[in-house]
């Protein structure tokens, strides 16, 4: 199994701090919403965000949106080989029904991680496709590791082992048994907040140019999906 | 090097026959554009489109951006290895040059795609982002294929031949020189409204559920990456 987390994602509300602030205001009103019922978004909020802590990793939820668009619906994610967790920006942890269909559009996809991060679960009655869990990063760790010996947490990380694509290959598990963690920021700039590094046993550097947190969930799916050889098994199950 | 094109993409303006009706002057209007001026889209026009001729394959510009984004800013794209072209339902090609950012804002995304079908290149002056260009298809993979006898053009297509990650692999030339060309459909339902099968050499099916189209671009530039290892290669080239 592979099992993504998209760490410290910069994905949240409108914090109180900017809500008085007349471009968040004025969003809200056009959106008919409370301005605390609104994501954060550079793309909007831009200026108001210069005037916040932390301000220059918040407010991406693109990030999370085209990560998701990258993992979900892939042959890998429909053999059912595949977990996606979120952790927020405040440390609490969406877990992703490997099921969903995340909506394309992305106003839709705003308005449904709106009602996510108010309600804690969508849909709100019934069994969750996406669902915010109270276990913190080490204790999801662990129970993704479970009593396997031979499991393998990545975390993706500018300064980490340089790691072409041959070396992820040859460091990947060959038992698809072995349980592959792949930790990855889903935020714009800089390190992590936490330091949740000793919770993952290599670090890795995946190009030496930065890369789009997407481009990273791509090449981990694919290489863990060639090693496994995925789409044959897939072919040889129908038959 | 790796050249992908995105075939009858879902991305065109929106049609004379929709320009009168009621849901796309709104739309155009709250947009200070003229209705011929803007994006055909499903998620806004879904209802005039059920009377617009092929309209289940058309007014899905998310396809393009999801593929662009999925392939754009890659080591493999950084590398200066991979090139991207995008025909659009009128036939006509878009070059996209492999240095441009794509907004990561969906919005941001659409306007610079109305600009480019108005006036034909982005930014409107100087060097060219984007442009469309009058060669068809055929002429384009003659010209991708330049004089190598060594090239390979793969049409992802349902029904094509079973191909799983490793036959794949094996596929791919092993000589970074012969150009390899993806084709593959940017639109959400249906086969191909030309036939364009004979200017491929061989037809593959990636998986035997439907795919999209971005996962299918991933899946070929990460196979492609690794068949030659070019992260490693730009590890090399750094020192």
Redesign the interface.
């Known amino acids: 199994m592979l099992h993504v987390i998209l760490l410290e994602a910069a994905l949240e509300l409108v914090p109180p701090e900017l809500s008085a602030k007349k471009m968040v205001q004025k969003q809200a009103y056009r959106r008919k919403k409370k301005p605390n019922e609104i994501l954060l978004d550079q793309?909007y909020h831009g200026q108001a965000m210069t005037q916040l802590n932390d301000g220059t990793r918040r407010g991406?939820p693109?990030?999370v949106f085209?990560c998701l668009?990258?993992l979900l619906?892939?042959?890998l994610c429909?053999a059912g080989l595949m977990t996606v967790h979120i952790q927020l920006y405040d440390g609490r942890i969406i877990q992703v029904d490997a099921a969903v269909r995340i909506p394309?559009?992305?106003?839709?996809f705003v308005g449904l991680m709106e009602q996510l991060l108010l309600v804690g679960q969508v849909p709100p009655e019934g069994a969750p496709l996406l669902k915010i869990q109270a276990p913190g990063l080490g204790e999801l760790i662990s129970s993704l590791r479970g009593s396997s010996k031979d499991s393998l947490a990545l975390l993706a990380v500018e300064g980490g082992k340089?790691?072409?694509?041959?070396?992820l290959?040859s460091v990947l598990p060959s038992s698809l048994e072995a349980p592959v963690i792949l930790g990855i920021g889903a935020f714009p700039h800089g390190g992590f907040q936490h330091d949740l590094q000793s919770l993952f046993d290599i670090q890795v550097e995946?190009?030496?140019?930065v890369?789009?947190a997407?481009?990273v969930c791509?090449?981990v799916?694919?290489?863990y999906?060639?090693k496994h050889?995925?789409?044959?098994?897939?072919?040889l199950l129908?038959q």
């Open positions: 793309t991406r693109d990030i085209f668009q990258s619906e892939t042959p429909k394309r559009n992305y106003e839709r340089h790691t072409g694509l041959n070396d290959m995946l190009d030496y140019e890369m789009m997407w481009h791509s090449e799916l694919w290489a999906s060639l050889d995925v789409v044959s098994e897939r072919y129908e």
